[in-house]
């Protein structure tokens, strides 16, 4: 199958959170699987690492943004170590900027225009280059227009007519919201812009957009499938989404094997296997006090967390529950950056507590391989997580999560209760009620198990033998592809 996968961010290319690593875990392993996937996504110059050899196509599109002529050049550059395609769209005043979205924690004013160009370059550039894909596989907000181009300006160029569509969800609470008038940058008519399709309470709004538009919407784990159909989880769009519900399918993220997997980790100072752990993991968790400045004890507790700081990712839970951690005999290491309110707690733990709380505020992909390596338990009380990879990567590192059951955490961690205990299935912690009561229990329970040696290395076992890979879910994705395509009119 040709399938051409539009994302904003890509590992190595840029990256902000998950869908950097989801882009290309799925490229590679369709890749793997005898797919032609190009990745298509905006050339964030100052980000793509010098040693990427990236080429010209000799290829550019030219885009009336409103009353405008915008053009990109297109580059080209290969996923190593895969048959993977990538086509960068260098637009310098769009994405050569200091960040991909915000810059010093406020919103780009113009990322609708930034986006609808991408989107739009998308298409062009996949005609010029007559890629004529199978399926173009969009993600989030910021290529939800792609499906409505498809159907509304596309639909009819031999290049596109056989083309399905689907969008990804990977978080409902990022929509791509703009003011109505902001329609004019999206090259579409005005007909479009109505309560069933583009707009949404007065707004253009772009994921909805994609979800209506795509012949199927995915998400990242069976639960926030569920979820996102419900008030609580819908972020307003649950009637829009249980309308598609026929066409909705949770397919939980796999973890991409060549980057987070203790055995080949490049960044880690020893490397280990679920065969023989014990030794490399302590090497790393001495390696970890050492840089995070921490004292090193070998037989302290050291917890990780390594997150976006937003509401979203539980950091109330964590200011809550904080005094009552801090009396125990703890480590934890912290690394993170987002909302100035959400680094300040982390900042304000770490000075109250030097020798037990190290707290990195910054975007460290490195440090962050070394966290999921040398700590013990990984702290994830998200109020919400349409899939997780962190804590997928902890059970791959043998390091404990413990979890909100919610979205994707609550399809990839077993509770270390009863039964799940006893026929060696647990491989962490889960509480149900988003409170510091319950997740102050599983931190109890977590240190218990601690002490508790042959109970705790049945757990990590479990954790580091559990089937991650990518294979299953690039299997589930490409049903959706054919069920997509199953859907195009003869
Ligand atoms: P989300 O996409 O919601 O941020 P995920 O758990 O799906 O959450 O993925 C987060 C990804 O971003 C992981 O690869 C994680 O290691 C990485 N990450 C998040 N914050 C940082 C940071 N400050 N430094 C380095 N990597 C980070
Ligand atoms: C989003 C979600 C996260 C998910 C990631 C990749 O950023 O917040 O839960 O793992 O996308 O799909």
Not at 32 to 43: A, C, K, R, S, W
Not at 269 to 289: D, F, H, I, T
Not at 328 to 353: K, M, P, W, Y
């Amino acid at each position: 199958m040709r399938i051409l996968i539009a994302t904003s961010e890509a590992v190595p290319f840029a990256k902000t959170g998950g869908l950097a690593d989801v882009a290309t875990g799925l490229a590679r392993s369709l890749g793997d699987l005898g797919h032609e996937v190009t990745l298509v996504l905006p050339y964030h110059r100052r980000f793509v690492p010098a040693e990427i050899p990236v080429e010209e196509t000799g290829t550019s599109v030219s885009i009336r943004m409103d009353e405008r002529d915008v053009s990109a050049e297109i580059w080209r550059a290969r996923l190593a170590n895969t048959p993977v395609d990538v086509l960068l769209i260098d637009q310098p005043a769009y994405f050569d900027r200091g960040g991909l979205y915000t810059e010093s924690g406020v919103d780009y004013g113009d990322n609708c225009e930034r986006y609808a160009f991408f989107s739009r370059a998308v298409m062009e550039a996949a005609r010029k280059l007559e890629l004529s894909p199978d399926v173009i596989h969009a993600n989030d907000w910021q290529t939800g227009l792609i499906p409505a181009l498809l159907e509304a300006k596309y639909r009819q160029t031999p290049t596109f007519s056989k083309t399905a569509s689907i969008i990804t969800v990977h978080n409902l609470a990022f929509q791509g919201r703009f003011p109505g008038w902001c329609m004019k940058y999206t090259g579409l008519d005005w007909k479009y812009f109505n309560w069933l399709q583009m707009e949404f309470w007065g707004d253009l709004n772009l994921l909805k957009t994609g979800i209506v538009f795509a012949q199927k919407v995915t998400t990242v784990s069976p639960t926030y499938a569920r979820e996102i159909c419900q008030p609580e989880f819908g972020c307003g769009l649950d009637t829009v989404l249980a309308s598609r519900s026929e066409d909705l399918v949770g397919i939980l993220n796999g973890v991409d094997t060549s980057e987070w997997n203790p055995s080949v980790d490049r960044h880690i100072p020893q490397r280990y296997s679920a065969g023989s752990w014990k030794a490399g993991k302590a090497a790393c968790k001495r390696e970890l006090q050492r840089e995070s400045g921490l004292p090193e004890r070998p037989d302290v507790p050291l917890f990780g967390m390594i997150s976006r700081l937003t509401d979203q990712k539980g950091l109330d839970l964590i200011a809550d529950v904080a005094d009552d951690f801090l009396r125990n005999d703890v480590q934890i290491a912290f690394l993170g950056t987002g909302e100035a309110h959400c680094e300040q707690l982390v900042r304000s733990l770490a000075l109250r507590a030097p020798d037990k709380v190290s707290a990195v505020i910054g975007f460290d992909e490195q440090l962050a391989h070394r966290i999921e390596a040398g700590a013990d338990i990984y702290l994830m009380p998200s109020r919400f997580e349409p899939c997780g990879l962190n804590q997928q990567y902890s059970m791959a590192y043998g390091t404990i999560p413990i979890v909100h059951a919610v979205g994707g955490l609550a399809d990839s961690v077993v509770d270390a209760s009863g039964p799940n205990l006893m026929h060696g299935r647990a491989t962490g912690f889960v509480f149900h009620d988003y409170a510091a009561g319950p997740f102050a229990g599983k931190i109890r329970e977590s240190l218990r198990l601690y002490d508790a040696r042959p109970t705790r290395q049945s757990v990590v076992e479990a954790g580091m033998k559990r089937d991650c890979s990518w294979e299953r879910s690039a299997a589930e994705y490409l049903d959706v592809y054919r069920g997509a395509l199953e859907k195009l009119p003869d």
